[in-house]
Protein backbone atom coordinates (compact mmCIF):
# COMPACT_ATOMS: atom_id res chain seq x y z
CA UNK A 1 0.00 0.00 0.00
CA UNK A 2 1.29 3.18 -1.61
CA UNK A 3 -0.53 6.07 0.32
CA UNK A 4 0.27 10.14 -0.36
CA UNK A 5 0.47 11.59 3.14
CA UNK A 6 1.18 14.91 2.78
CA UNK A 7 -2.11 15.91 1.98
CA UNK A 8 -3.16 15.06 5.54
CA UNK A 9 -5.05 17.51 6.98
CA UNK A 10 -3.76 17.19 10.52
CA UNK A 11 -0.25 15.83 11.66
CA UNK A 12 -0.27 16.01 15.72
CA UNK A 13 2.83 15.23 17.68
CA UNK A 14 1.75 13.18 21.37
CA UNK A 15 4.24 14.64 23.12
CA UNK A 16 6.13 13.04 26.07
CA UNK A 17 6.43 9.32 26.49
CA UNK A 18 4.21 7.05 25.13
CA UNK A 19 3.81 3.27 26.40
CA UNK A 20 5.06 1.91 22.91
CA UNK A 21 3.34 -1.67 23.73
CA UNK A 22 0.31 -0.08 23.18
CA UNK A 23 -0.85 -1.15 20.11
CA UNK A 24 -3.47 0.81 16.87
CA UNK A 25 -6.75 -0.27 19.96
CA UNK A 26 -5.08 1.39 22.50
CA UNK A 27 -3.68 4.88 20.67
CA UNK A 28 -7.09 5.14 19.13
CA UNK A 29 -8.20 5.01 22.68
CA UNK A 30 -5.43 7.50 23.96
CA UNK A 31 -5.57 10.46 21.41
CA UNK A 32 -9.94 10.26 22.05
CA UNK A 33 -9.92 9.79 25.72
CA UNK A 34 -7.03 11.53 26.64
CA UNK A 35 -6.54 14.38 24.17
CA UNK A 36 -10.13 14.36 23.06
CA UNK A 37 -8.88 14.51 19.64
CA UNK A 38 -10.86 12.40 16.68
CA UNK A 39 -8.57 9.00 15.61
CA UNK A 40 -10.72 8.57 12.66
CA UNK A 41 -10.60 12.27 11.24
CA UNK A 42 -8.09 13.02 8.37
CA UNK A 43 -5.06 13.34 10.75
CA UNK A 44 -2.01 11.52 11.61
CA UNK A 45 -1.08 11.00 15.31
CA UNK A 46 2.65 10.67 15.92
CA UNK A 47 4.06 8.80 19.52
CA UNK A 48 7.29 8.21 21.44
CA UNK A 49 8.36 6.02 24.22
CA UNK A 50 11.30 6.57 26.74
CA UNK A 51 14.14 5.78 24.46
CA UNK A 52 13.32 8.42 21.72
CA UNK A 53 14.85 6.57 19.56
CA UNK A 54 11.62 5.00 17.64
CA UNK A 55 8.21 6.37 16.90
CA UNK A 56 4.55 4.81 16.34
CA UNK A 57 2.64 6.51 13.68
CA UNK A 58 -1.34 6.12 13.58
CA UNK A 59 -3.60 6.93 10.45
CA UNK A 60 -7.23 6.21 9.76
CA UNK A 61 -7.62 5.82 5.46
CA UNK A 62 -11.43 5.69 5.59
CA UNK A 63 -11.21 1.83 5.53
CA UNK A 64 -9.19 1.23 8.81
CA UNK A 65 -6.07 1.91 10.91
CA UNK A 66 -2.27 1.73 9.21
CA UNK A 67 0.17 1.78 11.82
CA UNK A 68 3.79 2.88 11.04
CA UNK A 69 6.82 1.92 13.46
CA UNK A 70 10.15 2.70 12.96
CA UNK A 71 13.30 2.01 14.66
CA UNK A 72 16.02 4.56 13.80
CA UNK A 73 19.68 2.83 13.75
CA UNK A 74 21.54 6.04 15.15
CA UNK A 75 20.64 9.08 16.92
CA UNK A 76 17.71 10.31 19.26
CA UNK A 77 14.21 12.19 18.46
CA UNK A 78 14.11 15.68 19.61
CA UNK A 79 10.69 14.90 20.87
CA UNK A 80 9.12 17.82 23.33
CA UNK A 81 8.71 16.40 26.69
CA UNK A 82 5.36 18.05 28.12
CA UNK A 83 3.52 15.07 28.85
CA UNK A 84 0.12 16.61 28.59
CA UNK A 85 0.36 18.13 25.28
CA UNK A 86 -0.10 17.76 21.63
CA UNK A 87 0.73 19.80 18.98
CA UNK A 88 0.03 20.17 15.33
CA UNK A 89 3.09 20.21 12.84
CA UNK A 90 3.69 21.31 9.33
CA UNK A 91 4.91 18.94 7.12
CA UNK A 92 8.51 20.95 7.91
CA UNK A 93 7.98 20.18 11.29
CA UNK A 94 7.59 16.73 10.66
CA UNK A 95 10.50 16.54 8.30
CA UNK A 96 12.86 18.03 11.00
CA UNK A 97 11.60 16.08 13.80
CA UNK A 98 11.96 12.90 11.50
CA UNK A 99 15.77 13.75 10.82
CA UNK A 100 16.28 14.42 14.54
CA UNK A 101 16.38 17.75 13.99
CA UNK A 102 14.70 20.45 16.77
CA UNK A 103 11.34 21.68 15.49
CA UNK A 104 12.27 24.91 15.98
CA UNK A 105 15.01 26.10 13.23
CA UNK A 106 16.42 29.58 12.96
CA UNK A 107 15.07 31.75 10.11
CA UNK A 108 17.47 31.07 7.66
CA UNK A 109 16.81 27.26 7.41
CA UNK A 110 13.13 27.91 7.44
CA UNK A 111 13.20 30.28 4.27
CA UNK A 112 15.71 27.85 2.80
CA UNK A 113 13.89 26.35 -1.01
CA UNK A 114 15.80 23.40 -0.73
CA UNK A 115 13.56 20.12 -0.60
CA UNK A 116 14.11 17.44 1.74
CA UNK A 117 12.93 14.39 0.18
Same mark, same amino acid.
Given at each position: ?????? !??? #??????????????????????????????????????? &????????????? &? !? &?????????? !???????? #?????? #???????????? &?????? /??????? /?????
Amino acid at each position: MKYDYT !NVK #NIYIICGKTDMRKGIDGLATLVQDSFDLDPYGDSIFLFS &GWSKDRYKCLYFD &G !N &GFAMLYKRLD !NGKLQWPK #NENEVR #NLSQQELRWLLE &GLSMQQ /PKAIQQS /PKSLF
